[in-house]
């Protein structure tokens, strides 16, 4: 079964620092792009940060960058999200999704908002609040 798992959310507190994983089951992240998305209540969903298997390249979100880090492990075909210094505007359902379309173009992964992505996590919750 094709999938990916996210895992590693929770409450923290404002200036906390959490991990995100995201673990894909039945195939590799070789090649692919992989994205981080979140979505806020009532908020549009927005692109945190992709990554190229191409390249290794990645690109952010200009409000998470500089506390946010995008790495890959090949041999856990496993893709984390490193977040700190979290603000409360930090809070929403995080999700990892996958893309061929975005191998190489990392860039277009962040801006498609999620767009043309194969494969997609269901998703894990970070609330950040005092």
């Known amino acids: 079964q094709l999938q990916l798992v996210e895992s590693g959310g929770g409450l923290v507190q404002p200036g906390g620092s959490l991990r995100l994983s995201c673990a894909a089951s039945g195939f590799t992240f070789d090649w692919y792009g992989i994205g981080w998305f979140r979505q806020a209540p009532g908020k549009e969903r927005e692109g945190v940060s992709c990554i190229s298997s191409f390249s290794g390249s990645t690109t952010y979100a200009d409000s998470v960058k500089g506390r946010f880090t995008i790495s890959k492990d090949n041999a856990k075909n496993t893709v984390y999200l490193e977040m700190k210094s979290l603000k409360p505007e930090d809070t929403g359902v995080y999700y990892c999704?996958?893309?061929?379309?975005?191998?190489?173009?990392?860039?277009?992964?962040?801006?498609?908002?999620?767009?043309?992505?194969?494969?997609w996590g269901k998703g894990t919750l970070v609330t950040v609040s005092s």
């Open positions: 999704a996958a893309g061929r379309s975005y191998y190489s173009d990392y860039v277009a992964c962040l801006d498609s908002l999620g767009d043309g992505m194969d494969y």
